[in-house]
Nanobody, 122 residues
Framework: VQLQASGGGLVQPGGSLRLSCVVS????????IGWFRQVPGKEREVVSC????????YHIDSVKGRFTISRDIAKNTVYMQMNSLKPEDTAVYYCAAKQGFIASMPEVYEYWGQGTQVTVSS
């Protein structure tokens, strides 16, 4: 099983990025996918999740209205569109997969991708 996260970069405040998580070895129909982020010295936190059915999504309050999680079953890829980025969104972003329902606790996710750095700075 592999999860390949990409799409990070340096962007000015107010800008946008789209992160992609290409999944192989499992199918999105059976796994919920979460996006997490981590900054040095802090715990990894959930940002957004999408259920295995695609019918349920979750976003933390600080990104509601700015970030949108979606998926393309045919490409076995999950996206997170990030708009109106703020300096406090700066972090390494990870995608992860788990069977069953979406969850906010990183410890219940079974598979993890490598991180992609997002830096929001002028």
């Amino acid at each position: 099983v592999q999860l390949q996260a990409s799409g990070g970069g340096l962007v000015q405040p107010g800008g946008s990025l789209r992160l992609s998580c290409v999944v192989s070895g499992i199918t999105l129909d059976n796994y919920a996918i979460g996006w997490f982020r981590q900054v040095p010295g802090k715990e990894r936190e959930v940002v957004s999740c999408i259920s295995s059915s695609g019918g349920s999504t979750y976003h933390i309050d600080s990104v509601k209205g700015r970030f949108t999680i979606s998926r393309d079953i045919a490409k076995n890829t999950v996206y997170m569109q990030m708009n109106s980025l703020k300096p406090e969104d700066t972090a390494v972003y990870y995608c992860a997969a788990k069977q069953g329902f979406i969850a906010s606790m990183p410890e219940v996710y079974e598979y993890w991708g490598q991180g992609t750095q997002v830096t929001v700075s002028s």
